[in-house]
């Protein structure tokens, strides 16, 4: 069994931020032989701000679409494309749409394949077929310095 919690460590003294829970959890573990790992914890926007983050999405999506603004005639400004654009804009969705799977975490290596076949496919065809990039081959990942 594994236990985690969010604690604060001040002169030596772990404050846990759920002291009954903390305690209760202990217990369980009483008289054992366990292992202890600590690792620092980055806090995480709020649930509030999370609510207030996908409210904004949502109103300025309504604000563009009352505009006509779809998503092609918004984004006519030059960006240059980086790894991260690429996963989030174009494989992630295509993924969705094709598995129905949001994480590229869980995806199987058939899985990926598929969805490699049809990225390739669109990109092909919205460059004249100038652009065709093959799926990296082990070797290759030795080569690179990501």
Known sequence: MKIQHRCK???????PD??????????????????????????HRSNAQ???L????NIL????????LDMKSFLKVEISWNGL??????????????????????????DLNKIY???NKVISERSGGNIQVAFPCVEELFKEDF
């Open 18 to 43: 759920h002291k009954f829970r903390y305690n209760e959890d202990l217990m369980k573990f009483d008289g054992k032989d366990v292992f202890v790992s600590i690792e620092s914890y980055k806090q």
């Open 9 to 15: 460590i001040k002169d030596l003294i772990i404050t």
């Open 61 to 68: 999506a309504e604000e563009l679409n009352a505009h006509g």
């Open 85 to 110: 654009m690429i996963k989030e804009l174009l494989w992630k969705p295509l993924q969705k749409i094709q598995l129905g799977e949001k994480s590229t975490t869980k995806l199987k290596t058939d």
């Open 117 to 119: 076949d049809v990225l």
């Open 54 to 57: 996908h409210l904004y999405f």
């Open 50 to 52: 999370n609510r207030a």
